[in-house]
T-cell receptor
């Protein structure tokens, strides 16, 4: 079993829809949670960075972390065709741990 | 403010040759991380370095792979005697504080 599970999709939604992306994990030591966006043949771009449980909002993006369920989510409101990309969740432990463990990514297409 | 820079962007090597991948972190960043993305797989951590020190190399293959981050100049990921299985995208990330990691565009290595 992988430490981080992410539905690979593909996921297609119409423009303007609310998108929900999710990851589950098994390692209770994870304390920091991130979402990255990766366009085809580009490097991952950091979208959200959160610590422990709770919600964080940044523009059209909202990240949620539920450590009790080992479940994290990214919501995208008013989705745009330019949001079409692969979305990667990533996480790491606390203290001196720095290596990120990634999900396999969800491919999202927003149709105009 | 330039982002993380990686070169070359594409590298072709024949089996048995050496590959050298370079990473210049963002200005003011002293933490560097290398990740590998194999075809149809997620990003996997390889090594974490600070200036002149390897902090965590738990993800590095035991043979043929090495990394350095000298006092002056870019970080180098070196792969000796490349094999076809080394074909992948290699990403470098940098961080100012060891918290958020910002990724470069990657080097795509093809081994013939």
């Amino acid at each position: 079993q992988k430490e981080v599970e992410q539905d690979p999709g593909p996921l297609s939604v119409p423009e303007g829809a609310i998108v929900s992306l999710n990851c589950t994990y098994s390692n209770s030591a994870f304390q920091y949670f991130m979402w990255y966006r990766q366009y085809s043949r580009k490097g991952p771009e950091l979208l959200m960075y959160t610590y422990s449980s709770g919600n964080k909002e940044d523009g059209r993006f909202t990240a949620q972390v539920d450590k009790s369920s080992k479940y994290i989510s990214l919501f995208i409101r008013d989705s745009q065709p330019s949001d079409s990309a692969t979305y990667l969740c990533a996480m790491r432990g606390g203290g001196s741990a720095r290596q990120l463990t990634f999900g396999s990514g969800t491919q999202l297409t927003v149709l105009p | 403010n330039a982002g993380v820079m990686q070169n070359p962007r594409h590298l072709v090597r024949r089996r048995g040759q050496e590959a050298r991948l370079r990473c210049s972190p963002m200005k003011g960043h002293s933490h560097v991380y290398w990740y590998r993305q194999l075809p149809e797989e997620g990003l996997k951590f390889m090594v974490y370095l600070q200036k002149e020190n390897i902090i965590d190399e738990s993800g590095m293959p035991k043979e043929r792979f090495s990394a350095e981050f000298p006092k002056e100049g870019p970080s180098i990921l070196r792969i000796q005697q490349v094999v076809r299985g080394d074909s992948a995208a290699y990403f470098c990330a940098s961080s100012a504080t060891g918290q958020e990691q910002f990724f470069g565009p990657g080097t795509r290595l093809t081994v013939l």
